[in-house]
């Protein structure tokens, strides 16, 4: 395992090393150049550290997004999801806490692991058993979720207990090191993906099962099942997720998460994993993430483009890392 | 011979070639796959280009129809430079290519599959009468009954390859390529199709066939071409020319047999063997009815019949790949009912699947992966994959199946067709079945190639395993099998075994309702 943390980008798993798997790392360590030469502040350990801080959310978000469409799926409900896990979460641990103290912490967490899972298991077998089309499947729980979370917020917020508040708050804001914790926890969620995805037999199938359905079937291995699993690794990423940014949101209101599945899928996709399936590149995706919001807070220290044209140059950077993946593969 | 039979060729000398190709030359990034090549069609005349995979034809087929351009040579149009950067401008040279594989839309109608994209529109609005009546008038001429407003997914694979030639016809029709126009036909389908193709050439359309059965090259062509390792070997005259001197020119040696002689004659007995795989009143919803057959150890078993006649579905089934009701299924003697093909791995049936592109090998992934993908559980039995292993695998399998590969990193799609077959039957072996089921275990693939996977069958029986074959070939059942049946609309229609196999037999019995009584009659008659 240590080979893989040492050198992501390289195509140790027997991949094919070409321009979409370095692509994602050079397009960062542009991004990081441009960044400096704009402004040198840019490059300073603070800001760093709060921009992959901030990156790691999306990011094992779409760690788990990585298996669902290597596997030739796709999940639009990850948005709604981590709101109506944090919600969920919340109203546990404020249920609990005035007789269990900060306790109540580590069952919150449990419950919303707990919820995750089923959260993906539920789009998982609507999708396979149901032979309902992924998109669809998952467009209909983003609604349900999301409707979910607005009914138990009553359409306010559901903010946690203050008792709570400070107990809970290293777990976003504190480090290790000078490491923060939300970086350690993206890194050790994408040490276990790569290792899942690249070296274990389940991640062999994942990829085979998006490669071509009916060769997957006709090698006897269980579509559906396979399916279903990337769903529920989906959910969990998704639980982890909100389980680190509880602090940092707060609360859990209904536009919680609005959107992020938009995100997730870009940071999937320009992390050079194909998007009609067969193809999954782990640390690709982590690259994304943070390609997302550096690009971002650059936007937002430079003077030169408005910030709220951000959601617009994610779009072009979408757009050109296709561009980039089509010429290569010629 | 060659410079003999070009001046003894039928069409008159005097007439320029419809199409001529000198010294033409084509590389890939440094790599030479095709060199001077040179040959002429003329209007009125079926020139067939023959030679194993690998040998150039496909090559040297997009060189002529603007899919590829020359790194060397020229091409001349009745004796004038031409110059094709796309095949557009091809076809409106008038040279139109076949397809081996059928592209069509099958959402679309026949209609507008053959009008994609040169739509005819008065003022910018389609109009669908007058394409539907050209594109009627059009199959008409080649015979082809079917309806032009019927959708092409609701027609027959022979009548899909007839709409295709419809659509390669329709205004160019001075040179047709036919790219191996029957190798998805069956046997009953190809010969319309070949009348078809005299037609045409009867017509004073120039022709390039190219194909692998040697047999059709034989009836059709006027002069034969015969590639290897991408150079000439020379332009023949097809009188006198038969399949056994053709296949010696592909292959640059003499050929002996296609198929390894039975070396177990006891083994032919077949009768006395105790039954490997016994399948009772089998029934696939649509395809299949009341079958029930046995399988006896160490026999090779054939299934023939059309396209259609439930073979391939009737092992789908079996496998529980589709939905099927079985009276009884023993493996060995023993009651068995397989839930998945997993399950029926583990209980050692093996089946390795007719289209090995699309259900068999995932072509955009590496060797090793494709070659365990079946086994996962056999050869990584810990959670983490053993990929040493995996590379020892691979390195036997290449060795023991003749594998002919660039690198091992190499993807199996950069495969030959041949080589893929192999790479396919080294992934089904991996799970060590004790009963293989092939369906259709040389399609596409050269001779080489299939003399040598007809070696590796007899090899596997030889080690005690039973094989089932299914196949549209008939030559290749005759040639294999200790037993054959014949499958004609869901059932079994007659079982033929020793003087009996033979391809009027076969062909009787898949397409007649005859039953075996009557066939036996008939051949003693005649």
């Known amino acids: 395992m240590a080979d893989l943390a040492a050198a992501p980008p390289r195509a140790q798993h027997g991949w094919s090393i070409g321009w979409g798997d370095a692509g994602p790392f050079l397009a960062l360590a542009a991004l990081v150049l441009i960044g400096f030469l704009i402004n040198p502040d840019f490059l300073s350990a603070n800001n760093i550290a709060n921009v992959v801080t901030r990156s790691a959310f999306i990011g094992i978000i779409a760690i788990g997004a990585t298996f669902v469409i290597s596997s030739g799926g796709l999940d639009l409900s990850v948005g709604s999801m981590a709101a109506f896990i944090t919600g969920v979460m919340i109203l546990v641990m404020n249920w609990a806490a005035p007789s269990v103290g900060t306790a109540a912490i580590p069952l919150g967490m449990a419950v919303a692991l707990v919820t995750g899972i089923a959260c993906g298991l539920l789009n998982g077998t609507i999708v396979t058993i149901g032979r309902i089309e992924p998109f669809i499947a998952t ?26 508040r400070d107990a809970y708050r290293p777990v976003y804001f504190g480090d290790v090191l000078g490491v923060p914790i939300p970086i350690l926890v993206s890194l050790a969620v994408a040490l276990v993906a790569a290792y899942v995805l690249y070296r274990t037999r389940y991640g062999r199938r994942c990829v085979a099962v998006g490669a071509n359905e009916d060769v997957a079937r006709y090698s006897g291995i269980s579509v559906a099942r396979v399916r279903t699993m990337a769903f529920v690794i989906q959910g969990a990423c998704v639980a982890i997720a909100a389980i680190c940014y509880v602090p940092r949101l707060g609360a859990a209101t209904p536009t919680t998460g609005l959107l992020w599945e938009l995100q997730v899928i870009t940071a999937v996709v320009i992390g050079g994993t194909a998007l009609r399936g067969g193809r999954g590149r782990v640390w690709g995706t982590v690259a994304g993430a943070v390609i997302l919001e550096f690009i971002a807070n650059l936007m937002v220290l430079s003077d030169f483009v408005s910030e709220y044209l951000v959601a617009a140059v994610q779009g072009v950077i979408i757009i050109i890392a296709m561009l980039i993946q089509r010429m290569s593969k010629r | 011979m060659s410079g003999a039979s070009l001046a003894l060729a039928p069409a008159g000398d005097t007439a320029e070639p419809v199409l001529r190709a000198e010294h033409l030359a084509k590389e890939f990034s440094g790599v030479r796959v095709l060199s001077d090549v040179s040959l002429d069609i003329r209007a009125g005349e079926i020139h067939a280009v023959i030679g194993e995979n690998g040998a150039g034809k496909s090559t040297l087929m997009r060189l002529l129809s603007g899919y590829l351009k020359p790194s060397e040579g020229a091409l001349f149009m009745d004796g004038a430079p031409v110059d094709f950067h796309a095949p557009a401008d091809a076809q409106a040279a008038g040279i139109a290519l076949v397809h081996q594989e059928i592209l069509l839309a099958d959402a679309l109608t026949v209609t507008e599959n053959i009008f994609i994209g040169r739509e005819i529109a008065r003022f910018g609005r389609l109009d669908e009468r007058a394409m539907r009546e050209a594109a009627a008038a059009q199959l008409a001429e080649i015979g082809c009954k079917v309806s032009p407003t019927a959708l092409v997914r609701d027609i027959s694979l022979a009548n899909r390859q007839l709409v295709q030639i419809a659509k390669a016809l329709l205004g160019t029709r001075r040179v047709v390529i036919f790219d191996e126009p029957t190798a998805v036909l069956t046997h009953d389908e190809v010969d319309p199709l070949l009348d078809i193709i005299v037609e045409l050439k009867q017509r004073g359309v120039a022709i390039l066939y190219i194909s692998h059965r040697l047999d059709e090259v034989e009836r059709l062509a006027d002069r034969v071409t015969v590639l290897r390792d991408g150079r000439m070997v020379g ?36 009768g006395d063997a105790a039954p490997a795989l016994e399948i009772e009143n089998a029934h696939v919803p649509g395809f299949v009815r009341e079958v029930s057959l046995t399988l006896h150890k160490g026999e090779i078993l054939g299934l023939a019949g059309m396209i259609g006649a439930g073979r391939t579905e009737l092992f789908e089934g079996l496998l529980g790949l589709r939905p099927a009701s079985f009276g009884a299924v023993r493996l060995h003697g023993e009651l068995a009912a397989f839930r998945s093909p997993a399950h029926a791995a583990e209980l050692g049936i093996g089946y390795l699947t007719e289209d090995r592109k699309g259900k068999g090998l995932l072509l955009e992934e590496r060797l090793a992966p494709n070659l365990t993908l079946a086994a996962l559980d056999r050869v990584h039995p810990a959670a983490g994959l053993d990929l040493a ?33 192999k790479l ?81 037999n076969v062909a009787l019995c898949a397409t007649s309702s005859a039953t075996n009584e009557n066939i036996s009659g008939r051949t003693s008659d005649g």
């Open chain 2, 424 to 504: 396919l039957l080294a992934k089904v072996m991996l799970n060590e079945p004790s009963v293989l089921i092939i369906d259709e275990p040389t399609r596409g693939i050269d001779i080489a190639n299939k003399s040598q996977i007809y070696a590796f069958i007899h090899a596997l029986v030889r080690e005690g395993r039973s094989c089932i074959v299914i196949s549209s070939e008939m030559q290749e059942l005759i040639g294999l099998c200790d037993r054959i049946l014949v499958m004609r609309a869901g059932r079994i229609n007659g079982e033929l075994a020793g003087e009996a196999m033979t391809e009027s």
């Open chain 2, 235 to 270: 332009t023949y005259d097809a009188q006198g020319l038969t399949p056994h001197r053709m296949a010696s020119l592909m292959v640059g040696r003499e050929f002996a047999s296609l198929y390894p002689a039975r070396q177990d004659p006891a083994r032919l007995a077949g």
């Open chain 2, 389 to 421: 292993r995996e590379a020892q695998l691979l390195d036997r399998a290449v060795a023991s199946y003749d594998i002919r590969l660039r690198s091992r990193e190499a993807k199996a799609g950069q495969l030959s067709g041949g080589n893929q077959q």
């Open chain 1, 139 to 164: 467009l209909g729980t983003m609604g349900i979720f999301r409707a979910l979370i607005t009914y138990m917020t009553d359409g306010g917020t559901v903010a946690i207990d203050r008792s709570l």
